[in-house]
T-cell receptor, first 111, second 115 residues
Framework: QKEVEQDPGPLSVPEGAIVSLNCTYS??????FMWYRQYSRKGPELLMY????GNKEDGRFTAQVDKSSKYISLFIRDSQPSDSATYLC???????????FGTGTSLTVIP | DAGVIQSPRHEVTEMGQEVTLRCKPI?????LFWYRQTMMRGLELLIY????????DSGMPEDRFSAKMPNASFSTLKIQPSEPRDSAVYFC?????????????FGSGTQLSVL
C-alpha cells in the first residue's frame, strides 16, 4: 500500500465552482500536511501547509486535516481558470523527515 | 534570487548513454533534494544533501544513479548507463532549513527521455 493515495482525476469544473481535492494516508505518524500546486512544465510550489488536525484558510483556499480518518482535503472557492494545475498533497512525520507526495490531481477550470 | 535553476530543460538520449543533470540551488539554502516524477509513482525522493554532504540516498533506484554536490551552489545527478525506464521528470529542490520543512523550493525540472 502506498503511503499517500490521491485520485489523479482529471477534474474539470466551470469557473466559480467549489473544488474539493482529497488525499488519504496510512501512516499515523504524519503530522505535517502540505498542498503543492504544479503548473504545466513547472516545478511544484507550496500552496498551504497545516500541522496536525484542523482547518486552515488562506483566501479562496481552505485546507482540512482529519487525522482520525487519515484524510486531508483542499477546498478552492470561486475557482478561476488560473487555478488550472495539478495539485499534490504531501506529508511528513516530523521536521527533518522526508515528505511523501501523492501522485497529484489534475484540475481544469473552464471559463 | 532566480530560484532553483536546473539544466538542461529537456534531454533525449539513447539507451546506454550517460546522462548528467545539473542543479543550482537558491543561495544560502543548506538542503538540496533530487526528486523524480512519473505518472505512475508521483514524486519520489532520490537523495538529499545537507551542507553539501549526502545524508540519505536510500531512494536512489540503482547503482546506475549517482549524485554529487561539490560545493554549495552546484549539484549533479548522473545516470550511467541510462535505460528507457529512467524516462521521467527530474526535479531539484532546495530549502533553508528542514526544521521549516514545508519551505521546499523546486526548480522547473529536467524532462528526460531515454530511447
Amino acid at each position: 500500500q502506498k503511503e499517500v493515495e490521491q485520485d489523479p482525476g482529471p477534474l474539470s469544473v466551470p469557473e466559480g465552482a467549489i473544488v474539493s481535492l482529497n488525499c488519504t494516508y496510512s501512516n499515523s505518524a504524519f503530522q505535517y500536511f502540505m498542498w503543492y500546486r504544479q503548473y504545466s512544465r513547472k516545478g511544484p510550489e507550496l500552496l498551504m501547509y497545516t500541522y496536525s488536525s484542523g482547518n486552515k484558510e488562506d483566501g479562496r483556499f481552505t485546507a482540512q486535516v482529519d487525522k482520525s480518518s487519515k484524510y486531508i482535503s483542499l477546498f478552492i472557492r470561486d475557482s478561476q481558470p488560473s487555478d488550472s494545475a495539478t495539485y499534490l498533497c504531501a506529508m511528513s512525520g516530523s521536521t527533518g523527515n522526508q515528505f511523501y507526495f501523492g501522485t497529484g490531481t489534475s484540475l481544469t477550470v473552464i471559463p | 534570487d532566480a530560484g532553483v535553476i536546473q539544466s538542461p530543460r529537456h534531454e533525449v538520449t539513447e539507451m546506454g548513454q550517460e546522462v548528467t543533470l545539473r542543479c543550482k540551488p537558491i543561495s544560502g539554502h543548506d538542503y538540496l533534494f533530487w526528486y523524480r516524477q512519473t505518472m505512475m509513482r508521483g514524486l519520489e525522493l532520490l537523495i538529499y544533501f545537507n551542507n553539501n554532504v549526502p545524508i540519505d540516498d536510500s531512494g536512489m533506484p540503482e547503482d546506475r544513479f549517482s549524485a554529487k554536490m561539490p560545493n554549495a551552489s552546484f549539484s549533479t545527478l548522473k545516470i550511467q548507463p541510462s535505460e528507457p525506464r529512467d524516462s521521467a521528470v527530474y526535479f531539484c529542490a532546495s530549502s533553508l532549513d528542514w526544521t521549516l520543512n514545508e519551505k521546499l523550493f523546486f526548480g522547473s525540472g529536467t524532462q528526460l527521455s531515454v530511447l
